[in-house]
């Protein structure tokens, strides 16, 4: 189940279409090192997305810690070329 605590919109100006992502950090079998998993939806109508991608990625706690702050805090950076957003290393694209 989706709550809306769980989704952030993706709010930008090269941004065209209206996304909402949902974020996870969740650690592995090794201590050391982290999970991170975003998922996009993209908006099909007013309050209704559809899910369109989604990207995990294990990281070392230790080397990334700028990717695990900025996906734990919701912030990221756009790239309109590779239609995709960055939280620190963590490449996701806005389409499938």
Do not use: C, W
């Not at 605590?5 to 996304?19: A, S």
């Not at 706690?61 to 734990?72: A, W």
């Amino acid at each position: 189940m989706i709550t809306q605590k769980n989704l952030t919109p993706i709010q930008h100006p090269e941004v065209q279409e209206h996304y909402i992502f949902e974020k996870y950090v969740t650690p592995t079998e090794y201590k050391d090192m982290k999970q991170l998993s975003v998922i996009i939806y993209k908006e099909q109508f007013p309050l209704l997305y559809k899910h369109v991608n989604e990207t995990t990625l294990r990281v070392s706690s230790e080397h990334n810690r700028e990717t695990i702050t900025r996906l734990n805090d919701g912030t990221y950076e756009v790239n309109e070329k590779e239609n995709a957003v960055y939280f620190g290393v963590m490449k996701v694209p806005l389409h499938e």
